[in-house]
């Protein structure tokens, strides 16, 4: 783009000569104007923001010298080259002050007119050189200023040689006052595997959403934002949701979050260190929760308190092959962990000794496969991940119990059943004399047993099969007696008792029925 020219002289014939033979397009320069005095010359440059003014000295009105003065005040970057006679050129020298560095005594020949305007030209574009080149720095220096504050933040926070004399250093570095405001922490954690472009995410959205982030950065797994409080903390507490909600529709990532108190912004190490420790205790909270320091702080136990594990308890429960006392056991005592919480490490080391007491039940083959769930175990980052991993193999190897129990109760059943029907015309057969006298057994504990298995007490069922066989015997043996009949399904020679016994069951006497049949 041509540089724009100003010709200001009050003679006609030195504004007309100059203006012809000067080849302006050849220099790449526009003449936009002439005046014919510094009044004129003035109002023309106002109007038309030329680069370059050559203009005369002497003029009416306003002089030239006069005239550089005034632009100089509002338009400081136009550069003058002035013409002079003899008798004024000392004087002109005054102009200097003004940067004024190109004069020329009249008349002026084209080569010198041509030698003045290219100096001119020059410096304008070394001028217009140097301020693309700093505004290109600045632009870039706008661009990195986040990453910079990010980095200056990183380092502020895990070197411990700096001091609040560096807090000092930065507010003049990127011309920032934060000395004395009140700020939070706020640390987020994705869960589960992700990649640097989830945490970019976060700090996106978070950019958005957090209308008062003085600083952010990323350290490690976690993303950092350290934000002006204004004592809402429900204002708060909602766009952190907001940004786990964008977050899981657009990522299907959760996230938990660590909050720090409110404090003055000369105390971020500190608040740092208690978000650490708060996001430390998603190992007893849980994953994607939103953890603050009134959330890490037992409530209802002192620090004085000792959890002792009884894992034999759990054990005996799992050998019973009874499943929902098992559970029952393991939420008891993870609920105890939970609320003592006495350290992740020991937490951990109270979880492989449960594990390991109750792999410990199993078969010495089936011993190996379970013992490679330690490992496991030590890699998890919550204790409910530990509670669900050590909860499906106590229940899978509780289950392996109820199954033995349950195939050798079908077995001892089944010879029951064999026994009752090999005997039902026995008066004496019960349940006490089975138990005693055959498979020498509790008959307390076989009776329990008949009734998991049949759903019925052993009395209901050998009724039952008596009364089902009486009436078989009836349909067969037209003129069977029913004393006969009483004595035959084990009744005895109790007749009476027989028949009420019938008529409840089929709701007829054993005679009633033969008539009908």
Known sequence: MAYKVLLADDEKIIVEGISSVIDWAALDLELVATARNGIDAYEKIVDYMPDIVISDIRMPGMDGLSLVAKVNIKYPSVKFILLSGFSEFEYARTAMQYGVKNYLLKPCNVEKITAALNEVINELQEKKDQDNFICQLREKYEKAQPYMKAQWLTEFLLNKSHSNMDLSFYQKLFNSEIRNQQVRLILFKLEGEFSYEHLFAIKNIGAEIFDSTLLNTTIGEYELFLVEDDQDSEKLHDKILKIRELLHQYYKRDTTVAISKRDNVQNIRSLYREAIECMEHRFYLGEGSIISKKDILPSNTTTSTVFILDEQQLVLKIKSGHIDDVCEEMASIFEKMAELRQGIDLTKSYCIQLYMAIVQTVDTECMQTYLMGTSALLGMETVQQMKEYIETTAKKITNEYYQRFKSKQTSVIS?????????????????????????????????????????????????????????DLIVEMDDVKVITLAEMIGFGDNPQYFSQVFKKYTGYTPSEYRNIT
Request: proline share 4%; net charge positive.
């Open 415 to 471: 010879k029951v059943i064999d026994i009752v029907n090999r005997n039902l015309g026995n008066p004496d057969l019960s349940l006490k004399m089975v138990a005693n006298k055959i498979l020498y057994m509790n008959p307390d504990y076989l009776g329990k047993l008949f009734r998991q298995e049949t759903g019925q007490k052993f009395s209901a069922y050998l009724t039952k099969l008596r009364i089902e066989r009486a009436v």
